[in-house]
């Protein structure tokens, strides 16, 4: 980016300045030359008709010499007045046109230095201005959030890699002294953790892919009903294992929607396992399809643990959970929801989390395009 003071002849100023200069030339020149070529010569005609027949031609002589001298004059005078008024209108002009423009400049190079929280400050500096400036906020607002977005994602995701890695190597080395045998449980263990990494990969490709609209979706018309079967199927044995009850109310009444029949699963899946992890023996879980003659409503309800509220809005974050360290420690890495979100919205549909509160449980619903 070009900075510092710019050439004279480069400057917004001398550049108005040379403008006004040539509107006045070519006025003073027109005028002038109209002037010349037309007044004398009526003045002169209008003397030559005066009552006596033959005027004194001296008299004559000092009459047209003073209209020569004083248009002459007054054109030299207005051309003075003009010059000094375009350079006060250019210096005038200049400044309030740089002056903004100026502080565009410096905010807009403290943002290409990686400084986004630079902000231009509004002022009564004409609509455009105003416009421009309000845009560029915007443009530093929307970067500054993307920064923190992204900042945020990679220590996350080190945090993530950091503690199955830790252990894996813990494990080997403990093998390598000869600490530990390299035996079935020991493997067992180490495969663990890297079916942790394994599914940690996998999960954010598929979120990273659904954000950039790349989620392959296989479309067909999925009946909800078989979807709501399958889903209490795979659930069934993990919730009768902790003793929460899980109550189906299928009521969509024959409704079919069109997308991708895992996908829609996983979505399903997803809920549950979530439900599962933040209930406790003795707790319930209902499994809700309704539909209306749009929508298809998808829920999955708790008498669990519940989510405060202003954890609500965030629950659809990647790698958000509400108690870190305990969620972590549930084998959680926050990025569930987020699949659910995307994989939902790919299907054009929308999905929210309502909560009363701690301990008051909590509910999630999916709403889908109705297809039949
Ligand atoms: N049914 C639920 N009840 C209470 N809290 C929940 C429930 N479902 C999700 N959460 C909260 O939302 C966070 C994000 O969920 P999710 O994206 O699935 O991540 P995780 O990998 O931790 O399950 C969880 O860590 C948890 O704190
Ligand atoms: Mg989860």
């Not at 005028?31 to 009526?42: E, H, K």
Request: charged share 25%; with cysteine; proline share 3%.
């Amino acid at each position: 980016m070009k900075s510092g003071t710019p050439p004279w002849d480069d400057r917004l100023g001398v550049r108005i300045f040379l403008g006004a200069v040539l509107v006045l030339g070519v006025g003073a020149v027109t005028a002038w030359a109209v002037a010349l070529l037309t007044g004398p010569i009526i003045f002169h005609e209008h003397m030559l008709l005066v009552e006596t027949p033959h005027p004194d031609p001296e008299v004559v002589r000092h009459a047209e010499e003073a209209f020569d001298a004083s248009w002459q004059l007054t054109l030299l005078l207005a051309l003075i007045a003009a010059c000094v008024a375009s350079v006060l209108v250019s210096v005038f002009l200049a400044r309030r046109i740089a002056r903004p423009l100026n502080k565009v400049r410096s905010a807009a190079m403290r943002v290409a230095a990686g400084d986004y929280s630079a902000r231009v400050p509004e002022g009564a500096m004409g609509a455009e201005f105003t416009e421009m400036i309000s845009a560029f906020n915007r443009m530093a607002a929307e970067l500054d959030e993307t920064e923190h977005t992204r900042k945020r994602l990679l220590s996350d995701l080190a945090h993530e890699v950091r503690t199955p890695l830790a252990t894996v190597d813990g494990y080997l080395e403990a093998m390598l002294d000869g600490v530990a045998a390299a035996d079935s449980e020991t493997l067992s263990m180490l495969r663990v953790q890297t079916d942790r990494l394994k599914r940690l990969a996998e999960d954010i490709s598929l979120v990273s892919s659904a954000e950039e609209h790349r989620l392959s979706i296989e479309t067909q018309a999925v009946s909800v009903a078989d979807l709501i079967t399958a889903a209490q199927g795979q659930a069934r044995s993990s919730y009768a294992a902790r003793h929460v009850a899980l109550e189906v109310d299928e009521a969509s009444e024959g409704a079919v929607v069109l997308g991708d029949r895992d996908r829609l699963s996983q979505v399903l899946t997803n809920l549950l396992d979530n439900a599962l992890r933040h209930t406790q023996q003795g707790d319930q879980v209902i499994l809700r399809a309704c539909s209306d003659s749009t929508a298809v409503f998808l829920s999955v309800e708790d008498s669990g643990r519940g989510v405060a509220s202003e954890h609500l809005p965030h629950l659809f974050e990647r790698f958000y959970r509400v108690d870190t360290a305990r969620d972590r420690a549930h084998g959680g890495s926050g990025i569930g929801l987020a699949i659910v979100r995307s994989i939902v919205e790919a299907h054009g549909g929308n999905v929210r989390a309502e909560s009363c509160g701690l301990g008051h449980g909590a509910s999630f619903t999916v709403e889908l395009p109705r297809h039949g």
